[in-house]
């Protein structure tokens, strides 16, 4: 299972893909899941079945930057670190103690305690989202001050799930 | 009447899709060519495609592709006996003609006395007035403040500010109230002088809704004249082309007809030898004006190559040998010809150049689609040079035709890793105005004022990108900005990955 985000013209998009067998693909966009598949058509190159059409992408990466071009139009977008995005891109400062969920679904296991010390990109809880499991990580180092998700529970996009002081 | 001389070896003296172009040529005709290039060309296209190349200075084209002392040089140790300038750089220079010339050589081009009549465009007035051809009603800058300024507003706002010396839309302003006047006069000898090296400038006539279309012309050495039909380039940004077209949906045959001889006149009179180009601006109500003559092959004379089945460097280096022309008049054209200048330049963002490395270039194909590229994947869009990466040119049975192909073409175009106005051009050619051939010079402010990229595959894409492969930062790093590029000997197993 993969988490992503994407800049695209000033608006942070998230997409999720888990990788069936082959290059069958379930993913997740835009709140919608499809099941696709993408055949390689050489280095720059692949073919997009969605459920009703296919597609030929092109594309090429520069850094965190991915260049799309399928359907006659042409798309550039900036991918961010998904910890970095939560903290920083959805809900401000990157201080902000409350850690909330980037993505709806139900906590499957928490992993830390209130109390506890923890390194940047330490994970503190397993979210299933459309039957992918995600691992919520830590954005900076910290000491956790209050758990608010709940094993088995339903969440929200951002629902504050840990409370993490500095 | 001279003998002919037959060319065995050319330097092109160019750079990009227009060397490319010749040297392909070159190659067809059993002609040795050899490439110069700055530092920043070392692997271009260009480079490679000709049989020999030479170096000729650091990346700024003053000191590179603009130095005739370092050309002559390379032309000399490589034993060249013909010169082609290409469009652009030296192309309209009398001095670089002459000294071809004076070196033994032959020049693919106009003689430097036709250059320079042609070349400034109050020269070119004066000249087109006293062989009737008509001209657009213009002042030339007086002293006397007070004067110019009545006589400005006697020819009636808006007007035009333009560089005597100038081409390209540089030094070029259009002025609408007499407060404006000064301070823009004023800009545009500034732009001019650092453009052009002189701040002459001129104020014609603005013409609204003003369609460009230019005569192709060819001359040989005993005395024939002949016109190839029109071109319509009325498709402009910042005052320059980026779709042209033949033949226009706006030219009757009878228009044809007289602007064509009108075109041959004004060769005529000045004993123009090779290809040339007589522009001229039309009106709404089919009244035209010369614009200017340019000495050299267009960018766009694809278009013409297309309709009339001919290969226009060919008849240039013909021409250039001594030998007569081919044919008394035009080939008679055929179908719709279309072009689309590929640039590396943000539409959305004031049309800014958008210079970088491509990271992966996938150029359309099929019956009647050709594509002048002077890059490929990997190569870099340099900041020292212009941005046009291709010319994108259809050919179809009648415009429609032409136009759906474009837009297939457009659509299978891949230039990704610089921002380009593939979809702007997409969005020019799909245009109801564009398909009913509504054409001005003021289309795109008229109609893509304010143009943003669409964002209707969205969906799509994003869905593409949460299965692209993970990115690979060692990799990355070595094949993008300027650390050194992926090189196959280093890791000979990687070859072929």
Not at chain 2, 446 to 458: A, I, R, V
């Amino acid at each position: 299972m993969e988490h992503r985000f994407f800049r695209v013209a000033d608006a942070l998009r998230q997409t999720y893909a888990s990788r069936q067998e082959g290059h069958r693909f379930l993913v997740r966009v835009e709140g919608k899941e499809v099941e696709v598949s993408a055949l390689p058509l050489g280095e720059h190159r692949f073919l997009l079945r969605l459920p009703d059409r296919q597609l030929v992408v092109d594309w090429a990466r520069k850094d965190k930057e991915v260049f799309l071009q399928l359907d006659g139009q042409g798309f550039r977008l900036k991918e961010e670190d998904a910890a970095h995005s939560v903290s920083d891109g959805d809900h401000g400062d990157e201080n902000e103690p409350a850690l909330n969920s980037p993505l709806p679904g139900r906590v499957v296991k928490v992993l830390v305690a209130p109390g506890e010390e923890v390194k940047k990109g330490q994970p503190l809880v397993i979210i299933d989202s459309m039957k992918i499991e995600f691992e919520f990580k830590a954005p900076r180092p910290g000491k956790v001050e209050q758990v608010l998700a709940v094993e088995g529970k339903q969440i929200d996009v951002g629902q504050c799930l840990v409370i993490l002081k500095q | 009447m001279r003998g002919i001389k037959p060319i065995k070896k050319v330097l092109v003296a160019n750079r990009g899709e227009i060397a490319v172009r010749i040297i392909r040529t070159l190659r067809e005709m059993g002609i040795r060519s050899v490439a110069v290039y700055s530092e920043a060309d070392a692997g271009a296209s260009h480079v490679a495609a000709a049989d020999e190349a030479c170096l000729i200075g650091p990346a700024p084209s003053a000191e590179s592709y603009l130095r005739i002392d370092r050309i002559l040089e390379a032309a000399e140790k490589t034993g060249a006996d013909a010169v082609h300038p290409g469009y652009g750089f030296l192309s309209e220079n009398s001095a670089f003609s002459a000294a071809v010339s004076g070196a033994g050589m032959t020049f693919i081009g106009p003689c430097p006395k036709a250059i320079q009549a042609l070349g400034n465009k109050l020269n070119s007035r004066e000249l087109a007035l006293k062989h009737g051809v008509p001209v657009i009603p213009a002042v030339t800058e007086d002293k006397d403040r007070e004067a110019f300024r009545k006589a400005v507003r006697k020819m009636g706002y808006p007007v035009l500010i333009k560089a005597a010396a100038g081409g390209g839309g540089k030094g070029m302003r259009v002025v609408h109230k007499d407060e404006d006047l000064e301070p823009f006069l004023e800009m545009a000898k500034r732009e001019s002088q650092k453009s052009f090296s002189s701040d002459q400038v001129f104020v014609e006539k603005y013409l609204v809704r003003p369609r460009h279309i230019e005569f192709q012309i060819l001359a040989d050495h005993h005395g024939s004249v002949i016109h190839l039909n029109e071109r319509e380039c009325s498709i402009q940004r910042r005052h320059q082309k980026i779709v042209e077209e033949t033949p226009s949906p706006l030219i009757t045959p009878e228009l044809r007809e007289e602007m064509g001889a009108t075109a041959v006149r004004l060769a005529s009179a000045v004993g123009y030898v090779n290809a040339g180009t007589v522009e001229f601006i039309v009106d709404e109500d089919g009244h035209y004006y010369l614009l200017e003559m340019n000495t050299r092959l267009q960018v766009e004379h694809p278009v013409t190559e297309l309709v009339l089945g001919l290969d226009l460097v060919a008849e240039q280096i013909r021409i250039a040998e001594g030998r007569p022309l081919r044919f008394k008049k035009s080939p008679e054209p055929r179908g719709h010809a279309l072009e689309c200048r590929l640039y590396a330049e943000d539409p959305a963002n004031g049309f800014l150049p958008s210079p970088g490395r491509i990271a992966w270039l996938h150029e359309p194909s099929g019956p009647w689609v050709r594509n002048d590229c002077g890059v490929r994947s990997g190569s870099e869009v340099s900041s020292f040079y212009d941005p046009m990466i291709s010319k994108l040119i259809v050919w179809g049975e009648d415009r429609p035709a032409a136009v759906a192909r474009m837009k297939r073409a457009l659509r299978d175009y891949a230039i990704l890793g610089v921002t380009t106005n593939r979809d702007y051009l997409l969005d020019i050619i799909g245009h109801e105005a564009f398909a009913k051939g509504e054409l001005h010079t003021g289309f795109v402010e008229q109609h893509l004022h304010g143009w943003k990229p669409g964002q209707g595959s969205l969906e799509a894409a994003l869905i593409a990108a949460a299965v692209l492969p993970a990115s690979r930062p060692g990799l990355e790093a070595a094949s993008g900005g300027a650390a050194p590029r992926h090189d196959p000997w280093l890791t000979v197993g990687d070859w072929g990955r």
